[in-house]
C-alpha cells in the first residue's frame, strides 16, 4: 500500500526579508533593520513597541533600540513575519 506524502515542501519558499541594501539610515547597529520599502502600517510599532519607531519626517518606521530579551527577540520576529511588505530584516538570517 502506497501513502501520500501531505507535508508541504517549503524549501523552495522564499523567506520573507527586507533588503540590506536598502536600509533606512536611522537604524540603530544591530541584527534588526527596516529598509526603504516600510509602507508606515504601524504593524510592526504595535508588535513591538519598545523597538521600532517611527521617523516623522519621512512616514516610515525603523528600528530604534535592538531586542535585548528573549520576549523583545520574539516580538521583533514576529513583526518580521507579519510585515505586510517584508520590509523589516535580521542580518544573518532567521
Known sequence: MAYLN????TSRVP???????QKVPENVAGRYYVDAT???????RETAPGNFTRK??????FVHRQPST???????LAALEECPVEAIGVDGGR
Open 70 to 76: 528573549p520576549a523583545e527577540e520574539a516580538a521583533c
Open 38 to 44: 516600510c509602507i508606515d502600517c504601524d504593524l510592526c
Open 15 to 21: 523567506s520573507p526579508m527586507a533588503d540590506p541594501a
Open 56 to 61: 516623522d519626517t519621512r512616514g516610515y518606521s
Open 6 to 9: 501531505l507535508t508541504p515542501d
